[in-house]
């Protein structure tokens, strides 16, 4: 018998190589509308796949087949579901759907992490263009900020709703969401707070964008939009101020200056 080095295991490396396998099929999945198709119990066949979106058998299988084995549909007797994970996340009008996260992360994200050895070479960011644009949130392509604020309400969805469980914000009237976005945190803690009011602040396309998810909401007696620029002036009267996911975008001398 020959016996050979000791050597460790290189399925790591193999699961960190392939891990954009895992990530595509997910993204082609959602991108095809695969989990609202099988949203509330639905099932489907290889068969029924392929004649529905008009692809052949074997794609059809391989994107099922992908999906079971991610976990995000389960397989009885020749057709697929959703399981819990994706029935909960990946079903378009569901309250914590995060569909805009994988869109973004596909569409916008995906393409730039392709080129990050040029980002680390370059010191520049690889999804807009400093040259062009005096931040990633100004001038850019209306479509990419669409996706960019689907993704940032899925995330901030979830967070929110851990923030106002975690922090007691009853004694609270009035909360000013500073570079609010969509105003998914106002929208979630004004859900959680029967007496809170909020008003999101953010750029005036972006406050735009919040009125609409505050409609859908529901909560438009209650949250109100604001638009200007955070490094001017702020609306007074609040008796809370919010800032998420806002200080990680500027260095510290804007940031001084943004808590003054
Ligand atoms: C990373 S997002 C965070 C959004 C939101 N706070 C959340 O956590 O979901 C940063 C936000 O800051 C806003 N923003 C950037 N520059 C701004 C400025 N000068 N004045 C107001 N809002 C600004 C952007 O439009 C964007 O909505």
Not at 76 to 90: H, V
Not at 156 to 175: N, P
Request: aromatic share 8%.
């Amino acid at each position: 018998m020959v016996t050979t080095q000791e050597l460790p295991s290189a399925v790591p490396l193999m699961a960190l190589s392939t891990g954009f396998w895992a990530f595509k099929t997910l993204a082609a999945a959602h991108e095809l509308d695969l989990f609202s198709r099988l949203a509330s119990g639905a099932a489907i066949t290889v068969a029924g796949l392929a004649e529905a979106l008009g692809l052949h058998q074997r794609p059809a299988e391989m994107l099922l087949t992908g999906c079971a084995a991610l976990g995000l549909l389960e397989k009885t007797d020749g057709r697929y579901r959703n399981t819990p994970l994706s029935e909960t996340y990946l079903v378009k009008g569901k309250p914590y759907y995060f569909g805009g996260f994988v869109q973004m992360a596909d569409k916008r994200l995906y393409a730039g992490w392709g080129r990050l050895a040029e980002a680390l070479r370059t010191n520049r960011p690889t999804t807009w263009d400093p040259a062009v644009q005096s931040s990633m949130f100004e001038g850019e392509d209306p479509t990419m900020l669409a996706l960019f604020w689907e993704a940032m309400h899925s995330l901030s969805t979830m967070t929110a709703r851990k923030l106002g469980e975690a922090v007691d914000l009853s004694h609270f009237r009035r909360l000013l969401d500073i570079g609010g976005g969509s105003g998914a945190y106002d929208i979630e803690l004004c859900k959680q707070y029967g007496a809170l009011r909020a008003t999101v602040f953010d750029l005036p396309h972006v406050a735009a964008i919040a009125a609409g998810k505050i409609a859908e909401a529901g909560l438009t007696d209650r949250i109100e939009t604001a638009d200007g620029n955070f490094f001017e002036q702020l609306p007074g009267d609040h008796d809370v101020h919010l800032l998420s996911m806002i200080m990680h975008d500027w260095d510290e001398a804007k940031n001084r200056a943004l808590l003054r």
